[in-house]
């Protein structure tokens, strides 16, 4: 078997694994079953790939999506690795090419549906050599996975047709409940579970609450300019909000697009490939975009409204800064949202799950300690320090005695026998003499318009925070009325003091004008930034050439390195990172001569030649100096 560093480096570039490959790598070369949880961007595909580079024969890789397949084909066969993908998406003639070449032992990696597998099992039996199985998103196989599919479940006959082939299971998110069902369907023989680190520290998180749509908008804008040509995604909880922040962020100049299951197969596949190719900055999405996303240079992701679960966040945030590089992710979330996912909860096949499901997820946004702690300790991993990169650790909250406004409120909740939702509590407090408010006399109540001095946005947030500590719940089956509970009573009897968080609003104007001059700064004050966005437009080039995503082409981790060090030589660019020998062979002469072009034009001198008293020992073959 080749060395596994030794094919790191020449295909990929790359000097080092990240936590956990190279334990796996090894264990699955010995030939054993192996259930590897690594989260989104942790690099699960190399687990499988350089095993199947170092073995004989064809690693098989079952993934859910065709347009996943070919973006994983088209980055192993740029970075010179022969790979194929057999599915429905081929005319039967190119499929038929393919089979040939993989009896013919020329592919190290095939990729196919799990359903197309079943009907090749015959074929593969008799004319491949299969290395091994990869089964890519495993937890699609278990009831309790958060993306079950029915087709997986074929894949437990895997063993009984190759009895001595290993099978590893990949996916980015599992509790221990799907954990185990994998293991069960798989038919998994003895397998080692690995679970990596969940933690990515490049990901920043912020949670905004309560913000108006007029808000969120504000906010968006601001997340894009600090990301200017950069590529977003905004999850969104309806097809209609799709399309309307959409439209909104085209009247604002942004080349933005609709993602949701109510569009064409068609019209999903186009606006897919032009996000993936960089055609369009921004996707709004349901939840049914982004499995098959494997774009590395996602630089922010947006939740508009918040997620049903934990996993499901987790996942989504995943698909940002998967090449390491710092992502922002942003959460909204009001009290509509939560209403909202709880009708989905109780109306779904597994009701108490899904909904103690989404309790963890409200209590993750409505925190006020260490938001990655939260997240890590749920998938097992808990910490005993603050991350420094979420909004919690940024910007601790200030708190004030809050007594009287909670008792303002349980109060005119009680004086109406609990009658009433979230808006009409706060029409009355504000006196506002509403069409609800005015019908049943509640402008006749001793509470009203004792909170008239507190706007409605702030009114809002602090429900939420007496909804969050438990001073009163939201009775689902009674037209979401408020209910106060006995800790509530407390409070309104005395009995009890609070404390709430004050609420911190941002000048959206100021910021976004602070912004825009931050940015020309750096533009003009930063040279290897000029050569960065130079070195981008070459990389768009080649990829359109080739029909390939940007990032195929060259990470973006991989042009910052290029900017940094600025190679004159084939050789010097190919100890950048990110750059392997078939990269080296077939690009560097391209983005060697666009860095000498632009340090001659910005006047900038080569670092000297090394001397030769300064030079290694000489390669073979070469005279001794």
């Known amino acids: 078997m080749k060395d596994i560093f030794e094919l790191l480096k020449s295909y990929y570039g790359y000097d080092s694994f990240r936590p956990m490959q190279e334990e796996v790598i090894r264990y699955v070369m010995s030939g054993r079953d192996a259930l590897v949880l690594m989260p989104t961007g942790g690099g699960k595909s190399l687990c499988y790939q350089i095993p199947a580079l170092a073995m004989d024969g064809t690693a098989v890789v079952v993934s ?14 740029s970075n010179g690795i022969e790979a194929e993908a057999l599915n429905s998406g081929n005319d039967e003639l190119a499929n038929f090419a393919i089979k040939t070449k993989c009896e013919r032992g020329k592919l190290k990696l095939l990729y196919i549906s799990p359903e197309r597998l079943i009907t090749e099992l015959p074929w593969l039996q008799q004319s491949v050599q299969v290395s091994l199985f990869a089964i890519d998103e495993a937890h699609c196989i278990s009831q309790w996975g958060h993306d079950f599919r029915m087709e997986y479940t074929q894949l437990g006959v895997l063993h009984d047709s190759f009895p001595n082939v290993l099978i590893l299971a990949l996916t980015a998110t599992a509790d221990k409940l799907t954990k185990n069902d994998i293991v069960k369907q798989l038919r998994l023989k003895d397998p080692k579970i690995f679970v990596s680190s969940f933690d990515r520290p490049n990901l920043s998180l912020d949670v905004r609450r309560g913000y108006s749509a007029r808000e969120k908008l504000h906010t968006i804008l601001d997340v894009i300019a600090r990301h200017a040509g950069e590529s977003g995604i905004i999850y969104c909880l309806s097809r209609k909000t799709t399309e309307q922040v959409a439209e909104d962020l085209r009247m604002q100049g942004i080349t933005a697009e609709a993602y949701h299951a109510g569009m064409t197969t068609m019209e999903r596949n186009r606006v897919q490939e032009q996000f993936i190719n960089g055609n369009i900055d921004v996707v709004c999405a349901t939840i049914a975009f982004g499995m098959g996303i494997d774009k590395s240079d996602v630089r922010f992701v947006i939740h508009y409204n918040m997620p049903k679960s934990i996993e499901s966040f987790y996942q989504e945030i995943g698909r940002g800064g998967r090449d390491g590089l710092p992502t922002e992710t942003m959460l909204f979330y009001n009290l509509q949202d939560i209403i909202t996912l709880r009708s989905f909860a109780e109306q779904s096949g597994q009701r108490d799950m899904n909904e103690e499901k989404l309790k963890r997820m409200q209590e993750y946004a409505e925190a006020q300690v260490c938001r990655r702690r939260i997240l890590l300790n749920y998938f097992g991993e808990p910490r005993d320090c603050d991350c420094g990169n979420c909004d919690v650790c940024r910007n601790p909250p200030k708190h004030f005695d809050g007594t009287q406004l909670v008792q303002m409120a349980l109060s005119a909740v009680l004086r109406t026998h609990e009658n009433i939702g979230f808006s009409v509590t706060i029409d009355i407090l504000r006196a506002r003499p509403s069409a609800e408010v005015v019908k049943h006399g509640y402008d006749k109540i001793k509470t009203y318009g004792v909170g008239h001095a507190i706007s409605y946005r702030d009114w809002n947030d602090y429900l939420l925070q007496m909804l969050q500590m438990g001073y009163i719940e939201i009775a689902y089956n009674e037209n979401k009325h408020i209910k106060v509970t006995p800790l509530g009573r407390d409070v309104v009897f005395g009995r009890k003091k609070v404390e709430l968080a004050v609420i911190t609003r941002e000048d959206y104007r100021v910021k976004r004008k602070q912004r825009k001059e931050n940015n020309f700064t750096a533009a003009t004050a930063n040279e290897d930034g000029l050569l960065f966005q130079r070195l981008r437009m070459l990389r768009k ?8 995503p940007a990032y195929v082409v060259l990470s973006d981790r991989s042009l910052h390195d290029i900017a940094a060090k600025k190679p004159t030589s084939v050789d010097s660019f190919g100890r950048c990172f990110g750059v392997g020998e078939h990269k080296k062979e077939t690009l560097g002469r391209r983005f060697v001569n666009e860095v000498k072009r632009y340090m001659i034009e910005k006047g900038i001198r080569p670092a000297p030649a090394p001397k030769p008293h ?11 100096l």
């Open 64 to 77: 859910p999506l065709i347009s996943l397949m070919k973006d994983q084909v088209d980055a192993l066969r």
């Open 614 to 624: 300064d030079l290694p020992f000489p390669d073979a073959g070469e005279p001794t």
């Open 541 to 548: 080039q080649i990829a359109d050439e080739n029909k390939w």
